[in-house]
Structure formats: structure tokens, C-alpha cells
């Protein structure tokens, strides 16, 4: 089971930090990612991390403002959100993928899902 919290509302240009908490097992070994959504939108890569945390994976509209990162000993990975637009409102997901996929951007490739938290960011 995964556990997001962390959204709120901010300015355009402030910060936010997502949690994404896993509970029930240890998730060290699976690869996590961030999705959003946007009312009347798809879902939308945002970024993953290896279960070894040596490879990170970014959508090209959040690189160099989002980094992910992971706590193994908390069962825990974390996205911060840095120069945050309106563009960046949606609910965020987070997601585990068991089975060590290498298309960690497509929301296929994860198997558990977590309930959303929701990011607003005003102008």
C-alpha cells in the first residue's frame, strides 16, 4: 500500500515536497515513479527512480526543477517540487513497479498505485 501526502497550494514559483510512504511491505526493491493528473487530461509521467536509486528519470517539463529521491531505510520516496508553475496543478500519484521494468515512464509498468495528493499552484 502507498501513502502520498505533501500537496497543498502555492504560489507560482514556490516549493512543495510529495511523500509517497509504503506500508504492508518492504518496497526497497521495486522502482517508484510520480504521475499526474490534471482535470480533463491523461495522466502524465513525471518522474521515476531505480530501486537502487542510480537511475532517475525526469519528464522534460519538470527536469531541473523536480528531483526524486528515495529513503530505503523509511520505505519512502520523495518528490521535491522547485519554481512550481500553474501548469504543475494536478493530483499526484505515486506508483511501485515489482518487476524492475525499463519503461518506467508509462503508467503500465507499475502495478501499485497510491490514492493522489493534490498540487495547486496559483499565478
Known amino acids: 500500500q502507498l501513502q502520498a501526502s505533501g500537496g497543498g497550494l502555492v504560489q507560482a514559483g514556490g516549493s512543495l515536497r510529495l511523500s509517497c510512504a509504503a506500508s504492508?511491505?518492504?518496497?526497497?526493491?521495486?522502482?517508484m515513479g510520480w504521475f499526474r493528473q490534471a482535470p480533463g487530461k491523461e495522466r502524465e509521467f513525471v518522474a521515476a527512480i531505480k530501486w537502487s536509486g542510480g537511475r532517475l528519470y525526469y519528464a522534460d517539463s519538470v527536469k531541473g526543477r523536480f528531483t526524486i529521491f528515495r529513503d530505503s531505510a523509511k520505505n519512502t520516496v520523495y518528490l521535491q517540487m522547485n519554481s512550481l508553475k500553474p501548469e504543475d496543478s494536478a493530483v499526484y500519484h505515486c506508483?511501485?513497479?515489482?518487476?524492475?521494468?525499463?519503461?518506467?515512464?508509462?503508467?503500465?509498468?507499475?502495478?501499485?498505485w497510491g490514492q493522489g495528493t493534490q498540487v495547486t499552484v496559483s499565478s
Open positions: 504492508g511491505r518492504t518496497f526497497s526493491s521495486y522502482n
Open positions: 506508483a511501485a513497479d515489482r518487476f524492475n521494468s525499463d519503461s518506467l515512464e508509462y503508467y503500465t509498468s507499475y502495478e501499485v
